[in-house]
Every structure is written in structure tokens, then in C-alpha cells.
């Protein structure tokens, strides 16, 4: 089992940042790949970022150049930088994580925001203000 709890959501103007944290309790195998979701009212969910166990990245077209993941493995702590927040990045965010790789559509895919995962934290609000 793993255990994911979010932290650092807020409010926040156009133009500023926030630093989400995501701390996971669990094997490392079913952590090897971790990422966030987010999901506003009305809109469908989608992936943000995802990063691997050696530290490879993968971001969504729409945040790229602002938002930044990373990974602290001695404190088995995911964060989420987000820089130049945008009206349209208010949202719920959620932490993801999962084994490296998976079967999709009998496909082998790989560590990326775009694939399902299977450990779902409960999410931090993001709000961010014109």
C-alpha cells in the first residue's frame, strides 16, 4: 500500500508561485514513478508531471518552462514549483505514483503524466487570482 499526502496549496495572484509537497509512505517499487494531476470544476482531469526513480521528467504542453518537478529520495518527499501561475492553473492537485511501468491498451508504457496511476493522493486546492 502507499500513502500520499499532500501539502502546499493556496491562493495566489496572477504571475506568483507555490511549491506543492507531496509525502509518500510505501515500497519503492510502487513509487518509481510519481507525478501530479489536477483537475478544476467542470474540466477534465490532467496530467501535469511525472518524474521517475532516476530523475527523468515529463510535463504537459501546457505547463511547461513554468512548473517544475522534483524528487527528494532520502525524504521520499515529490514536489511541484509553479512559477508565473496563471488564472487557468486554479485547480486540485493531486499527487500520483505508481510502479515504473504499466500496460495501457496493450501497450508498455513508461513513467509520464499521460499514463493512469494507480496510488491517488486526496489533493491541495490551487487558486490563483486574476
Known amino acids: 500500500q502507499v500513502l500520499l499526502v499532500e501539502s502546499g496549496g493556496g491562493s495566489v495572484q496572477a504571475g506568483g508561485s507555490l511549491r506543492l509537497s507531496c509525502a509518500a509512505y510505501g515500497d519503492s517499487y510502487s513509487t518509481s514513478c510519481m507525478g501530479w494531476f489536477r483537475q478544476a470544476p467542470g474540466k477534465e482531469r490532467e496530467g501535469v508531471a511525472a518524474?521517475?526513480?532516476?530523475?527523468?521528467?515529463s510535463y504537459a504542453d501546457s505547463v511547461k518552462g513554468r512548473f517544475t518537478i522534483s524528487l527528494d529520495n532520502a525524504k521520499n518527499t515529490l514536489y511541484l514549483q509553479m512559477n508565473s501561475l496563471k488564472s487557468e492553473d486554479s485547480a486540485m492537485y493531486y499527487c500520483?505514483?505508481?510502479?515504473?511501468?504499466?500496460?495501457?491498451?496493450?501497450?508498455?508504457?513508461?513513467?509520464?503524466?499521460?499514463?493512469?496511476?494507480?496510488?491517488w493522493g486526496k489533493g491541495t486546492q490551487v487558486t490563483v487570482s486574476s
Open positions: 500520483v505514483a505508481d510502479r515504473l511501468g504499466r500496460w495501457a491498451g496493450g501497450l508498455w508504457v513508461g513513467c509520464s503524466q499521460s499514463r493512469d496511476f494507480d496510488y
Open positions: 518524474i521517475d526513480d532516476s530523475g527523468r521528467t
